[in-house]
């Protein structure tokens, strides 16, 4: 799942794509990866995500996109 965000400085929209894994918690950082590396867990979409613009953090979650 890859949500769409907006970022509050720049108003770029982008697609999520910081993972964290479900059960140990590593995170990731921008992958396309499915498991984790350390435990082979499911990652899912971290809460903290990156502008791809500007690379700030003040972004907001737009919409959810199950694709």
Do not use: H, P
């Amino acid at each position: 799942m890859k949500s769409v965000y907006a970022c509050r400085d720049c108003g770029a929209q982008f697609r999520g794509t910081r993972r964290v894994c479900s059960l140990c918690g590593t995170r990731i950082g921008d992958t396309t990866r499915g498991t984790c590396k350390d435990c082979g867990s499911i990652l899912t979409e971290s809460a903290e995500q990156r502008c791809t613009a500007c690379g700030s953090t003040n972004v907001e979650r737009v919409s959810i996109d199950a694709d």
